[in-house]
């Protein structure tokens, strides 16, 4: 009879602790859950914190969630993007990119130029890609001497003896009034149009070449070519020039 009993009292004592266990998802420790969770605040869940979490997740509502943006090194971003404080986002300067990138709008890229004489004509380098610059303005000084164009004869890109005197006004005219210049070369309708815009470049840059010779910085320069675009027709003697501008 007592050996009875003592099974009884026993199944009562299992029955008496099992019934004390909540149901899951309840808990009141670690062991009331599965294996790898915890019991925070009377309920299961995967985290405790970010500390629980694999590496590039974070702990969120009890659970482990991927981090946004979460990076390693440059090579986990987005084209352009670069990896700081493990997340990705634009760069801030040159150093945040590649040996042979640069940082342009908050994105890394490869330079298509370092300056203006770099790209073709009639375009500017801006933010170093080849482009029309919308915003270049000549800066030159008010001054009280006139700026006079450079002709050319037909289909030639020579400065003549005629025109180095004017050029070298021009030059005296430059130094006084300071400031920044647009060289921009034209030419009459005659050829084609990728000719003629080859032909107003090469125009433009042979006046370069001789007012950097004079004492211009190349600095205060910018070569541009507007081809026939701008001719008349009524006298294409007057067509075929450099502008200071």
Request: some cysteine; overall charge negative.
């Amino acid at each position: 009879m007592n050996k009875v009993i003592g099974i009884f009292m026993g199944i009562g004592v299992s029955m008496l602790i099992l019934g004390c266990q909540p149901d899951y998802p309840n808990c009141k420790k670690d062991e009331h859950c599965h294996d790898g969770e915890f019991c925070v605040n009377n309920l299961c869940q995967q985290c405790r914190g970010s500390e629980d979490c694999p590496q590039g997740q974070e702990c969120t509502g009890g659970g482990c969630r991927e981090i946004p943006s979460y990076c390693v090194s440059n090579a986990d971003c987005a084209e352009g993007q670069v990896c700081r404080d493990s997340s990705c986002g634009p760069c801030l300067q040159n150093s945040d990119c590649g040996d042979s990138q640069v940082c342009a709008e908050g994105l890394c890229i490869t330079a298509e130029c370092q300056s203006d004489q770099e790209c073709p004509a009639g375009l500017a380098c801006v933010n170093y890609k080849c482009q029309i610059d919308e915003t270049s303005t000549s800066q030159l000084g008010p001054g009280d001497c006139v700026l006079e164009p450079i002709y050319f004869e037909f289909d030639s890109s020579e400065v003549n003896d005629d025109m180095r005197t004017v050029l070298e006004n021009n030059f005296v005219c430059l130094q006084k009034r300071g400031g920044k210049v647009t060289l921009e070369g034209h030419c009459d309708a005659a050829g084609t149009t990728e000719y003629n815009m080859a032909l107003g470049e090469r125009r433009a840059k042979v006046v370069y070449k001789l007012l950097e010779r004079m004492g211009i910085d190349k600095g205060e320069m910018r070569v541009i070519s507007k081809g026939e675009e701008e001719s008349t027709g009524a006298n294409v003697a007057k067509d075929r020039r450099v502008e200071f501008k």
